[in-house]
T-cell receptor
Framework: AQSVTQPDIHITVSEGASLELRCNYS??????LFWYVQSPGQGLQLLLK??????LVQGIKGFEAEFKRSQSSFNLRKPSVHWSDAAEYFCAVGGSSNTGKLIFGQGTTLQVKP | KAGVTQTPRYLIKTRGQQVTLSCSPISGHRSVSWYQQTPGQGLQFLFE???????NKGNFPGRFSGRQFSNSRSEMNVSTLELGDSALYLC?????????????FGPGTRLTVT
């Protein structure tokens, strides 16, 4: 079955500290992987995507993610967190066929301590 | 270029009523997907439309339906509303093309059923 697991429901980090949000997926075909961020009361904003090629992808706002096929993981990282990064983060997987359907993880809420 | 727009932004309905939500995709985007977001179930795929045809459907009852017009605008309808239909309904559009699976989300419509 296709699924996405974000093991951490809630993470708190200090401002300036590094961040890693975990994502594991189960998908039968070649996955397209995404990270989205959602601020309270807002829609989702795409941070970065992986389709193929270099397994380390760079996104907006200083985020990066690494695709590890052997571990079925696509973890999101940021070297230094800013207070404005506090939000909910969603990992999602889609298929390579002509479909827009995305399967989302349950989300990780990031709190940033001053 | 304008983003994805959704109307109305907020809606309060009574059990048993029906509701229609509207989504205008980014200009040039032909695929529109709908998602339901609730605290308990997270983000769940409802359906996807492409060129006025439903291309994918999630596991929702028949009370949930949608359509897409020739200008790619989409509507979703929920009939016989239940309390559990209270949610944030998100619309996303994407530009069809090999390798581009990025979906751009609107701000959502917050539906409250009383």
């Amino acid at each position: 079955a296709q699924s996405v697991t974000q093991p951490d429901i809630h993470i708190t980090v200090s401002e300036g500290a590094s961040l890693e949000l975990r994502c594991n997926y189960s998908y039968g075909a070649t996955p397209y992987l995404f990270w989205y961020v959602q601020s309270p009361g807002q829609g989702l904003q795409l941070l970065l995507k992986y389709f193929s090629g270099d397994t380390l992808v760079q996104g907006i706002k200083g985020f990066e993610a690494e695709f590890k096929r052997s571990q079925s993981s696509f973890n999101l990282r940021k070297p230094s967190v800013h207070w404005s990064d506090a939000a909910e983060y969603f990992c999602a997987v889609g298929g390579s066929s002509n479909t827009g359907k995305l399967i989302f993880g349950q989300g990780t809420t990031l709190q940033v301590k001053p | 270029k304008a983003g994805v727009t959704q109307t109305p932004r907020y809606l309060i309905k009574t059990r048993g009523q029906q509701v229609t939500l509207s989504c205008s995709p980014i200009s040039g985007h032909r695929s529109v997907s709908w998602y339901q977001q609730t605290p308990g179930q997270g983000l769940q795929f409802l359906f996807e439309y492409f060129s006025e045809t439903q291309r994918n459907k999630g596991n929702f009852p028949g009370r949930f339906s949608g359509r897409q017009f020739s200008n790619s605008r989409s509507e979703m309808n929920v009939s016989t509303l239940e309390l559990g239909d209270s949610a944030l309904y998100l619309c996303a559009s994407s530009l069809e093309g090999q390798g581009d699976k990025k979906q751009y989300f609107g701000p959502g419509t917050r539906l409250t059923v009383t």
